[in-house]
């Protein structure tokens, strides 16, 4: 089992920054890759950044060159850094983590936290 906590979010004018924090517990040692969805409202969850256990990155292009993905191995914890924000980033943030099992791969996920950017 793996427990997400995630924190951060809030309202932010477009072109502002947040930064959030997702910390793992539990069967950690077992965690593949963490990353963060979103859903904004009316769309589907859609994967905006992972970050494996060798540190392979990988971003969606909508959020290349504004987020970033940076974790502490110490603190359990990953962070993603959103500069530029715009008004289609609002969306309910969630931290995720990948948990292979055989030849099948589990995923565990926080409650997540809105993030609100106002035009």
């Known amino acids: 089992q793996v427990q997400l906590v995630e924190s951060g979010g809030g309202l932010v004018q477009a072109g502002g920054s947040l930064r959030l924090s997702c910390t793992a517990s539990?069967?950690?040692?077992?965690?593949?890759?963490l990353g963060w969805y979103r859903r904004a409202p009316g769309k589907q969850r859609e994967l905006v950044t992972a970050?494996?256990?060798?540190?392979?990155?990988n971003y969606a292009d909508s959020v290349k060159g504004r987020f970033t993905i940076s974790r502490d191995v110490a603190k359990n914890t990953v962070y993603l850094q959103m500069n530029s924000l715009k008004p289609e980033d609002t969306a309910v943030y969630y931290c995720?983590?990948?948990?292979?099992?055989?030849?099948?791969?589990?995923?565990?996920w926080g409650r997540g936290t809105q993030v609100t950017v106002s035009s």
């Open positions: 539990g069967n950690i040692f077992s965690i593949n890759a």
């Open positions: 970050i494996t256990g060798g540190g392979t990155t």
């Open positions: 995720n983590a990948k948990v292979p099992y055989g030849s099948s791969v589990y995923d565990y």
